[in-house]
């Protein structure tokens, strides 16, 4: 049998990342890594979750968390995230959220509740890797965004029409964004949402980072800015993906969708007709441990990262050579570096591992179009400083030898 006939054509999107074979090698205890972009495990609230669990099951509520729950999210976890949202300028209630497995999935519905196939989703170049992914399965076309850019909203109009589609969503991580660590600026946020009510698209801003900002100010969310402009969220394009797993526990797969009701009741339907709801205990725990912890955690999680942060752009400074620059995020756990243009992150990695022992992600695999090779992707998040030390020397000395 052959099993390419029977597969739906979008599968043909879905390609195994070329790097891979070489990040298996990551599990080599020699290899220093800043390539994973992950929580450091040793930061996760155990005593927490511990206590929550245990909780749950002395105080009765054993029956409830194990069993079948409500598509839209645990209600009181609903209520306490947009306690939240409130904070950060976004007044909304139970009925604007719903809790998805992970800010992952959210990607994944967004993309089936408004892409067609030949839509386009504008994104950043770069942009994050998973997102990509989770619109690719829709069969779309991708377009470029930049606040930056002065293309008018006629040319976006006619590049989608040309692909067979038209723009539906721009996409952003807008906070300390994954790979670049950047953050857009206010106005770049206004600009952005200039562009959408011209193309009359939605936006998805992409918050997976934001409560991890280590200095500077913190910048109202697009959704928040455009409450400011509509007065109510139910009069808003922008449809805000937050999640708890780089705050609370990633392996509990919890995040969020937070938008006017006429978005999140078809994403209800969508989710009941997937999964049916996220898991029932895991949504309860992480309620118990956010509205007891979650500043507390947050408090923690900031210092130490913000610390590597440092550790690793001193690093730089000492070790790199002329010719390669970098990001000086503000938070989250990337930093972004571009090297001389006649040099490619992925040979980089092959000669990294093979004679230093570092690995880090090469950068083209964040660009829709596969362009900008001589880049790449470090993580702080999970390395001591000593490690960072070590490591960036090592990628420094690699990197002298070949600029
Ligand atoms: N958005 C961004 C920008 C991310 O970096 C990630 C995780 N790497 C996600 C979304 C998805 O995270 P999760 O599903 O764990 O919330």
């Known amino acids: ?52 669990l245990n909780d749950i099951f002395a105080s009765g509520q054993g029956t409830d968390a194990l069993q079948y729950s409500v598509s839209e999210g645990y209600k009181p976890l609903r209520d306490w995230i947009a306690t939240q949202m409130a904070a950060l300028g976004i007044p909304c209630g139970a009925d604007n959220i719903l809790i998805t497995s992970g800010s992952q999935q959210a990607l994944d519905y967004l993309g089936k509740l408004m892409l067609s196939k030949n839509d386009t989703a504008l994104v950043n170049w770069p942009t994050y890797l998973g997102a990509l992914g989770a619109f690719n399965a829709y069969e779309p076309q991708f377009d470029q965004i930049s606040a930056n850019s ?26 300390f964004a994954n790979p670049t660590g950047e953050t857009m600026d206010r106005r770049a946020r206004l600009s952005m949402l200039d562009l959408a009510n011209e193309l009359d698209i939605a936006i998805v801003e992409d918050a997976a980072y934001q409560s991890l900002r ?18 109510s969220i139910e009069d808003c394009r922008t449809i805000y993906c937050g999640s708890f797993s780089k705050t609370l526990a990633p392996g509990l797969r919890v995040g ?38 979650f500043d507390a955690q947050i408090e923690k999680i900031r210092a130490t990262y913000s610390q ?18 970098w990001t000086k995020p503000e938070g989250g756990m990337f930093i972004w570096v571009t090297l001389p243009p006649h040099l490619d992150g992925a040979k980089l990695l092959a000669q990294s591992l ?8 090469p950068g083209r695999a964040f660009f829709a179009d596969g362009s900008s090779g001589n880049t790449l992707r470090l993580s702080f998040s999970c390395a001591d400083e000593d490690t960072i030390n070590t490591g960036i020397n090592r990628l420094g000395q690699l990197l002298q030898s070949v600029v």
């Open 256 to 293: 969020w969708v937070c938008a006017a009701k006429s978005v999140i009741q078809p994403l209800v339907l969508m989710k009941q007709a997937a999964d049916l709801h996220s898991s029932t205990i895991n949504q309860i725990a992480i309620h118990k441990v956010a509205s007891t912890g």
């Open 354 to 361: 093979k004679t230093q022992k570092v690995a880090f992600v």
């Open 1 to 52: 049998m052959n099993w390419q006939d029977i597969f739906a054509t979008r599968m043909g999107r879905m390609k195994a990342s070329e790097i891979r074979e070489l990040l298996k090698l990551l599990d080599q205890p020699d290899i220093i890594s800043f390539a994973g972009g992950i929580p450091d495990p040793a930061l996760f609230p155990q005593a927490e979750f511990k206590a929550a």
């Open 150 to 175: 002065n293309r008018s909203a006629t040319d976006y109009v006619q590049t989608a029409a040309s692909h067979g589609g038209q723009a539906k969503f721009a996409y952003m991580s807008v906070d």
């Open 308 to 325: 590597r942060r440092d550790h690793m752009l001193n690093a730089l400074t000492t070790h790199m050579p002329k010719g390669v620059t």
């Open 214 to 231: 280590y200095d500077g100010e913190a910048i109202p969310p697009i959704l928040a800015l455009e409450i400011e402009r509509t007065g």
